[in-house]
């Protein structure tokens, strides 16, 4: 028999209809096909994969990893959905939705902001407060680090030349140069990151942790420490895109490769970290894929999402 999908309507108050999240991926309906299977049972184990950006989807080049956008329609075609979480912000992600044809709420800046990509709402945003990033540029300037500044339009930097054309290769837009960085900016960023020697970087972070200021440090990579308010997070962001779509915890998967994905990789139900990840990442994953210059996101999405 040929399955057919029919539409079967939970009934509700319209109060309670006009509360919930415009992207409920459960709402008002659900889909049951003439073999008793749900359309959740039918797609599988998961509703939701959140993909890290740099590092995983991207390969060492900064390009889409191999077999990565086909795997993601794939995904999508099931009627699981994704998006992205990233330490980057509005703007360097911005292409990659469009390309990726994703349309759910994603994560940006390390998890201080979650957007809905079609509409361009913005569901949360978590700011840095002026006085702590003062602190904290004080400490990147006595120790020669490149300081940049994420707002959610803008990405800017106090760094040396060969530093800034880095970063601008790196994040693939263009980053406001300043000699000044905090009398340069508008506000109070979203993120702020350091950038440099891996041994300097530390002895900045232990700077920072003693001054009991309210913040989260996290390396994503060894040359990059990124700090953002206390409690912000990709965990803690996921939980509340989990919350707003309206999903329980066990439904959603990610994946990742850096530091900073670990605090997701103890809610979700499945973690997968990459190959190329860290010893520490990979012991915090449920499974370890291939690198991604080994098309390791295609990879898990092949195996372990649509085989689910």
């Avoid at 044809?101 to 509409?119: R, T």
């Avoid at 569901?123 to 300081?147: K, S, Y």
Wanted: glycine share 10%; proline share 5%.
């Amino acid at each position: 028999m040929i399955p057919v999908w029919i539409r079967v309507y939970e009934c509700r108050p319209l109060s309670m209809r006009q509360q919930e999240p415009r992207n409920n991926l459960h709402g008002l309906t659900y889909l049951m096909n003439n073999n008793g299977k749900t359309a959740r049972e039918a797609r599988g184990a998961y509703d939701l994969v959140a993909i890290d950006v740099d590092g995983t989807l991207l390969n060492s080049k900064s390009e889409l990893s191999d077999g990565a956008e086909a795997a993601v329609k794939a995904v999508r075609n099931r009627g699981i959905g994704v998006t992205l979480v990233s330490g980057r912000g509005k703007l360097p992600l911005t292409p990659l939705l469009h390309r990726l044809g994703i349309e759910l709420p994603y994560i940006g800046s390390g998890g201080a902001y979650i957007a809905d990509p079609l509409s361009g709402h913005v569901i949360e945003h978590n700011p840095l407060t002026r006085e702590d990033v003062a602190m904290v540029v004080e400490l990147g300037r006595a120790a020669q680090m490149g300081i940049f500044f994420e707002e959610i339009d803008r990405l800017t930097g106090e760094a040396s030349p060969e530093v800034l054309r880095f970063i601008r290769a790196i994040a693939g837009v263009d980053v406001a140069v300043a000699t000044d960085i905090l009398r340069e900016t508008r506000a109070a960023p979203t993120k702020m990151f350091l950038t440099g020697d891996h041994n300097r970087l530390v002895k900045v972070e232990t700077q920072i942790r003693q001054s009991n200021r309210p913040l989260n440090l996290v390396f994503s990579e060894p040359i990059y420490l990124e700090v953002t308010r206390s409690g912000i997070n990709k965990g803690a962001a996921v939980r509340r895109l989990a919350e707003y779509l309206n999903l329980p915890l066990q439904r959603i998967a990610v994946i990742g490769d850096g530091g900073n994905d670990i605090s997701m990789f103890r809610i979700a139900g499945l973690s997968v970290a990459m190959g190329n990840a860290g010893p520490d990442v990979k012991a915090a994953a449920n499974f370890v894929a291939p690198t991604n210059d080994e098309g390791g996101v295609a990879w898990a999405l092949r195996e372990l999402i649509l085989k689910a």
